[in-house]
């Protein structure tokens, strides 16, 4: 065997509190890289405000968090985005007025857009331009949308909307891709299609997944961090989780875990 891989992220001791509410209270853990790490929880568990607190969307209480061994508790998300973070959210963030193409199109040029402000000249932001648009035309069919490029994002059914998110998220090359439900209101076949995209990822891609699908969270992931109430309940393999008697009581064992 090779030495275990390092770790990508490292969350120690991170809380948000709202007021005195502790919405994620005092969590650790860590996140290998080439990981598909799933965190599952029942609802309010704090799994979105934890992946806002990574993406850099929310302000950590207390704690740190370190990509690769670098503090990026304090970053803004356009920095953690430069630094290869990606996320996509329960609540979609496309823009819907622009097309499929555009979409995918705008978050790469967004990657691409440190080299154009330190002064790059018209010609290099062509080529930029050019090679960002071909590979938002590979993302696209690698996520199953080769014949939507010229739709108006709002036209794409649900399911090609998450489809869409996730090139999107994908078009700035993270290291890490946090991804939020990506399943929810999707259908069966959707979801299939779309766990099979994410098992097709490459291993330089780390993914950290929230999902309420249980069947998806198992068959994709390697590691399965349990949250209830805002705590890290457990950490561990799928199998080490599903046996867990503290997990059983307070989620898997409940036959309520949607909505
Ligand atoms: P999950 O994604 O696991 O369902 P969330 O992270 O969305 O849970 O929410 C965790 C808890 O924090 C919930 O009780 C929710 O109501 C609360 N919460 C989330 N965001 C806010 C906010 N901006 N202000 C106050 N409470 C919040
Ligand atoms: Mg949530």
Do not use: W
């Not at 502790?22 to 650790?28: E, I, K, N, S």
């Not at 696209?140 to 994002?153: C, K, N, Q, S």
């Not at 099979?196 to 069947?215: G, K, M, N, Q, S």
């Amino acid at each position: 065997m090779s030495d275990p891989a390092p770790d990508l992220l490292e969350l120690r001791g991170v809380s948000k509190h709202f007021g005195s509410f502790r919405a994620v209270d005092d969590v650790g853990f860590t996140v290998r890289a080439g990981a598909r790490h799933a965190v599952i929880g029942p609802n309010g568990a704090g799994k979105s405000t934890l992946f806002g607190l990574v993406s850099g969307t929310l302000a950590a209480t207390t704690g740190s968090l370190l990509l690769d061994g670098r503090d990026v508790t304090r970053l803004p998300v356009h920095r953690r985005v430069g630094l290869g973070i990606a996320a996509t959210f329960q609540h979609s963030s496309l823009f819907l007025p622009e097309t499929v193409l555009e979409n995918v199109l705008l978050a790469a040029l967004r990657r691409a857009g440190a080299g154009a402000r330190t002064g790059l000249g018209g010609r290099r932001r062509a080529g930029t331009r050019a090679a960002a648009t071909a590979r938002a035309r590979t993302l696209l069919e690698r996520v199953g949308l080769p014949t939507r490029h010229d739709v108006p994002a709002a036209e794409l059914s649900h399911g090609e909307r998450r489809q869409l998110e996730v090139a999107v998220a994908l078009a700035t090359e993270p290291r890490l891709l946090l991804l939020d439900e990506p399943a929810a209101g999707m259908s069966p076949a959707e979801t299939e299609r779309l766990t099979r995209l994410i098992a097709a990822l490459p291993d330089d891609v780390t993914v950290l997944l929230v999902e309420h699908d249980l069947d998806m969270v198992f068959e994709l992931a390697d590691t399965v961090t349990v949250m209830h109430l805002g705590n890290h309940l457990t950490t561990g393999t799928p199998d080490e989780v599903r046996a867990s008697a503290e997990v059983q009581s307070a989620y898997l064992g409940t036959t309520e875990v949607t909505s």
